[in-house]
């Protein structure tokens, strides 16, 4: 199974439970899924993004390991190119309990130094899965369900 469809499979549980709230979601990389930076260059907002009064929570999905999906965040809110603070969940998707384990100590240094100089613009979550079921993905889906809970109005 390729990168994009593993992901893909991710992501599903996600957009039902959102649906299910009632919530309208974004993903993908068309045009209203991107934050430009100048023409034909932008960033994905997100493999899956709900836009909330208060906030934006952002999910994405690593099978590939690296931390880019976490840095661009820290650029976008010192560069203005978001307003509203960013709740972030970064899944990723291991095959074995070790797996991106060096990637999510980075993770987790650059996630502290961003909380820090970003304050009240900025939360995260890391979560680890070992597949893409509803099952696997429980806890990550716990935190996804409370932050739009909590900030749908």
Not at 129 to 152: C, D, I, K, Q
Request: contains cysteine.
């Amino acid at each position: 199974m390729n990168r994009q469809t593993t992901e893909a499979l991710a992501l599903a549980p996600f957009k039902a439970l959102a649906e299910t709230l009632g919530f309208e979601h974004s993903s993908g990389q068309g045009a209203g899924n991107r934050l430009p930076i100048k023409p034909n260059v932008y960033f994905q907002f997100g493999d899956l993004r709900v836009e909330l009064p208060r906030c934006t929570v952002v999910v994405e999905v690593e099978s590939a390991g690296g931390v880019t999906n976490l840095a661009k965040y820290w650029e976008c809110i010192k560069s203005r190119r978001v307003e509203k603070p960013i709740k972030l969940l970064h899944v990723f998707l291991q095959e074995s309990v070790n797996d991106y384990e060096a990637h999510i100590i980075v993770w987790r240094f650059l996630a502290s130094q961003m909380q820090q100089t970003l304050g009240s613009k900025w939360e995260s979550h890391c979560a680890k899965s070992r597949g893409t079921s509803e099952a696997s993905l429980a806890p990550a889906l716990a935190v996804f369900r409370r932050w739009l809970e909590e900030n749908a109005t």
